[in-house]
Each structure stands twice: as structure tokens, then as C-alpha cells.
């Protein structure tokens, strides 16, 4: 497969401009990058349900391509079976073809028997590189594998959850094992068994996979090689070595940036000493004799001179007019607090025989000066609800719950509650300082550009969204950090920088997350959350 200078735009929006990139037979690649930012709009023009506005896809796959959209295509009417017979029509259709060559063979001699012969070896190649014989096979092993195996086939597609739907459309593209598999966010709605059986699944696929995910762990058991959305730029960039390649890329090229940028800085200084220097020693005039072989000897020493200080000036005007910029400062949170003496107490938040309704029932949760917590469990067991009875945001039907003054809190969704305010205004409500001061502190973390700081509330995407609340979050110090789930919605690079800032919060964190490098990496006490109820 090869993208060939793709252009493409959505309305006045560039989405790519210029994009080259190919690939190879049995390669996996990953596909990150912001929301907005063309992932799932590549995939799309990849399986040929959209044309680029310029450039070429070319795709050559015998054993045919399947494409799973972020949300399942799905008639309503339809039964399990319908959907999945519809996803095995193309491999049945081979199945017939070859009984029917394999029968008229048998009856041709000649140029005919030439002919039947070709077909057939053609029908038998592309039924092969698609396992036609293990079809049925597969079918179960996906169903079973993705939580689907006590689904009634005859239940119509209409009865199903948004969750189920979601499972039974992968295991639809995942039965019909085509060569080329183009996959958005298949890791949706799955759980931990579900995406390690996914995960394996991939790596033994014979063909070639291009797969649009946020989820770190399955980049890295499945990728390897990532394709980077440049949001700037609108092109691609292509990382070996799957997900650790991109890492020490990301890594390298920040390196790189700081030196470029400290390059810069030096020979700005440089130039403004030299033009400085020069224009001093211009300005100090002719010294000694005037006679005539003097006189044109400091005529010429003078022309050298002003040609220095132009040179210098010239230089130093290119140097100020294109700035090399510094690389944001790493992530960071601020802790007001170090220890409990400074709240006069040895614990910092908690719990107290907390009810609410039937989704809470905790008799003791503390946090202790300095704790880091992770609150692990199934989705419905109450984790949000737990943080939001810590952070005062939901009023327990019984107990009592304490925090500190200055508790910072991210929750998992993000409410538009102004969406006329501007992104920049939104990010200085409320806090004193001067709008440039609050522009350059907002730019400095690295979330935005300046062309997203005028962008309206309302028309920002969930991912911005979430960047500016987590803008807010960074700005001020906190006596206690909460987070619900806080690398939702991010791209890799932004979780890798927030997982970088956590590391260093030296201040009282209770998070909850579903992500599981981040629970990989956690260093903390970690408490799970089932029925409602914390499980030792």
C-alpha cells in the first residue's frame, strides 16, 4: 500500500498536504496523533470510501481489505448472523467460484482446461491469503475472544449495546482475515482479557494491519512502526521500532530542539556583539595622518568597517525574525503543601462511612500526606463517584468526607458551560494577571498554538478540551491532587508528558484510570474498587 502526496481537506480545514508514506506485507502500523488531527479521515481514504483531493492511493491486496470504523456500521434489522455471514460473503463467494472451477475442470480438456486452470490457481491464491478454510474457525475464536461467546446469533443487531455492536463488528473484520486490515480504535468497549486476546490475535496476522489507538500497551505489543499525525504540518511521520522507537524519538527531537534553540540564542548574542563592535569603531572616525596615501588607505579601512556593521546588522535582523523557540518546559504540578504538619493533621482527605444510594459504600478511605493512590475496577463499580465525593462535587446520602482548601480536580468529563469564551479567556477566568501574562503562561505549556487561543469554547474538540482543563489544573499549586482518568482523550506524546509530570508530584494524588502503562508505571498504593465497595 502506498500514499502517494495525499492532500486532502475537510471544508476550509487541511487536514493532510503532502503525505508519502507505504506499507510493506506484514507490517503493523500504528497511527497516533491529536484529536482532529486526520487519523481516522487517513484510514478512510486508505479503504477507498472517500477520494483525496490530490495524490494517489494505491493498494494492492489480493486477499482483500476490511475497514472497522470507530462506530460499527450495522443494520439495525440485521441478526448477529446476518452480520457475520455479510462479513464472510466475499470468502463464501471464493468458496463457490473454486467448487465451481473445480467442476467444469473436470469435464474441459484443451484451451479451456488452460484457462479453468488459471482462474482457479488465481481464486485458490487470494482464498488462501485470507485462510478461507479457517474462516468458520475464526469466527468463534473472535467471538469468544472479545467477550461474545453467549450472544444468541439470532438476536437482531438493533438489541445489542453500543458496547456489544462496537465487539461484534472487530470480530466481523477479524473472521474475515483480510490482507490489509484498517482498524479505528479497535480497543473501544473492550476489557483486559479481550485486548490481550486482541493483541495476540494481531501480532499472528499474516498480512498487514494499519490501526488508529491511543491505548500505549497495545501500541506496543501490536506496532511495529508508528505513523505520527503532524498537526502543524499536516503530514506524517514515520517512527521505527514500534512504540519504544517513538519514544526515544520524541525524546531525541526535544534534545535537538533544546540545542537548536540554544544555537540560536548564542549566535544572536554573538551578532549583536559583533554589529555592536563594529558600529563603536565606525563611530570613533578617522584617526592619525590625512595625506593622501592615508586618506585612501582609512577610506578603504572605513568601507570594511561599514560593510562589517551591515553584515552584523543583516545577520542579527535574520536572527530576530525567525527565532529558533525554545521547547516547552516539561509538565509539572505544584504541591502547596509537603507534609501534614501543614494542614496540622496526618491525613490529608477522606472517607467516612460514605453512602450514596446504590453505587458507594465505603466506611474508611484516607489519604495520607504525601500518598499516591491509583483506584483501580470494572466500569459501574463507583470510582467516579468516590472522587467526586472527595473533591465536594456530590453530596454523599450519608457520612462525611474532608479535603483540603486546595484541592485540584480533573474530572473525567469536561463540561462546555461558556462556549461563546474564547480558549484563552476560559483559561484566565477567575485568575489574577494581566491577559499577556496569562497568554504566555497558557503557550508555554506546550498545549496549544497560538492560532487555537481565539478558537471559541463550544467548537473545541473533546481532546482540547480536556487539554485546557488540565491547563487550569497546572497553573496554581495544590494541597491535593484528583484525577479522574486523566489520559483520556490524549494523544501518547501528551500522556508520556503528563505520566512525566505525576512521577515528579511530590503532593497527596489519588487518580483513576483504566490506562494500563500508566497503572504499569504507578509507584503508590493502588485500592480497587468493585460493586461499590473497596477490595482488600
Keep these: 500500500m502506498v500514499l502517494d502526496d495525499i492532500q486532502h481537506a475537510r471544508g476550509t480545514r487541511r487536514l493532510l498536504d503532502g503525505v508519502h508514506q507505504s506499507v510493506a506485507l506484514g507490517e503493523r502500523i500504528g497511527?497516533?496523533?491529536?484529536n482532529g488531527s486526520g487519523k481516522s479521515t487517513l484510514l478512510r481514504l486508505i479503504a477507498k470510501l472517500d477520494e483525496p483531493d490530490?495524490?494517489?492511493?494505491?493498494?494492492?491486496?489480493?486477499?482483500?481489505t476490511g475497514y472497522l470504523p470507530q462506530t460499527p456500521e450495522l443494520a439495525p434489522d440485521d441478526t448477529v448472523r446476518d452480520a457475520i455471514d455479510h462479513a464472510l460473503a466475499e470468502l463464501r463467494a471464493l468458496e463457490h467460484e473454486l467448487r465451481r472451477c473445480e467442476t467444469a475442470m473436470a469435464e474441459a480438456d484443451g484451451d479451456e482446461l488452460t484457462a479453468l486452470l488459471a482462474e482457479y490457481g488465481d481464486l485458490m491464491e487470494a482464498f488462501e491469503a485470507r485462510d478461507g478454510y479457517a474462516a468458520d474457525a475464526r469466527v468463534q475464536a473472535a467471538l469468544h475472544g472479545l467477550g461474545l461467546a453467549s450472544v444468541d446469533t439470532t438476536r437482531r443487531l438493533a438489541s445489542l449495546s453500543g458496547g456489544e455492536q462496537a465487539r461484534l463488528g472487530l470480530a466481523c473484520v477479524l473472521a474475515a482475515a483480510p490482507q490489509l486490515m484498517l482498524l479505528d480504535e479497535p480497543t473501544n468497549h473492550l476489557d483486559r482479557a479481550a485486548l490481550e486476546w486482541l493483541e495476540e490475535h494481531l501480532r499472528s496476522h499474516r498480512g498487514s494491519i494499519v490501526v488508529v489507538s491511543h491505548d500505549r500497551v497495545f501500541l506496543e505489543q501490536v506496532a511495529t512502526a508508528l505513523w505520527d499525525m503532524d498537526t502543524e504540518r499536516h503530514t506524517v511521520h514515520r517512527h521505527g521500532g514500534g512504540y519504544a522507537g517513538y519514544v526515544k524519538a520524541k525524546a531525541a527531537l526535544r534534545l535537538r530542539r533544546e540545542q537548536q534553540h540554544q544555537e540560536w540564542k548564542e549566535d544572536l548574542a554573538r551578532q549583536r556583539e559583533l554589529a555592536r563592535a563594529a558600529a563603536d569603531h565606525a563611530a570613533a572616525g578617522p584617526r592619525g595622518n590625512t595625506d593622501r596615501t592615508n586618506g585612501r588607505h582609512q577610506r578603504s579601512v572605513e568601507k570594511q568597517i561599514s560593510a562589517r556593521v551591515r553584515n552584523a546588522k543583516e545577520r542579527l535582523r535574520r536572527l530576530e525574525e525567525n527565532p529558533v523557540p525554545r521547547p516547552p518546559k516539561p509538565m509539572r504540578f505544584t504541591p502547596r503543601i509537603k507534609?501534614?504538619?501543614?494542614?496540622g493533621t496526618s491525613v490529608v482527605a477522606g472517607l467516612h462511612q460514605v453512602e450514596v444510594a446504590d453505587r458507594l459504600h465505603v466506611p474508611d478511605f484516607e489519604v495520607g500526606p504525601g500518598e499516591r493512590v491509583l483506584i483501580t475496577g470494572p466500569n459501574g463499580a463507583g470510582k467516579s463517584t468516590l472522587l467526586r465525593v472527595l473533591v465536594g462535587d456530590l453530596e454523599p446520602d450519608r457520612g462525611t468526607s474532608t479535603r483540603p482548601a486546595g484541592t485540584g480536580w480533573?474530572?473525567?468529563?469536561?463540561?462546555?458551560?461558556?462556549?461563546?469564551l474564547s480558549l484563552l479567556d476560559a483559561f484566565r477566568e477567575g485568575l489574577p494577571g494581566d491577559l499577556e501574562a496569562h497568554r504566555g503562561a497558557l503557550l508555554g505549556l506546550g498545549l496549544f498554538r497560538p492560532s487555537d487561543l481565539a478558537t471559541a469554547v463550544g467548537r473545541l474538540s473533546v481532546g482540547q478540551r480536556r487539554r485546557l482543563a488540565l491547563a487550569r489544573l497546572l497553573h496554581d499549586p495544590v494541597d491535593l491532587l484528583v484525577l479522574d482518568e486523566p489520559t483520556n482523550h490524549l494523544s501518547p506524546a501528551l500522556v508520556e508528558d503528563l505520566e512525566e509530570a505525576l512521577s515528579h508530584y511530590r503532593g497527596p494524588l489519588v487518580v483513576v484510570s483504566h490506562d494500563r502503562m500508566?497503572?504499569?508505571?504507578?509507584t503508590g498504593r493502588t485500592v480497587r474498587l468493585e460493586n461499590g465497595s473497596i477490595r482488600d
Excluded: K, N, S
Design 31 to 34: 497511527v497516533i496523533g491529536e
Design 54 to 64: 490530490g495524490g494517489r492511493v494505491l493498494v494492492r491486496a489480493p486477499g482483500g
Design 339 to 343: 507534609g501534614g504538619d501543614a494542614l
Design 410 to 420: 480533573l474530572p473525567q468529563e469536561t463540561p462546555v458551560t461558556a462556549p461563546g
Design 518 to 522: 500508566l497503572e504499569r508505571r504507578f
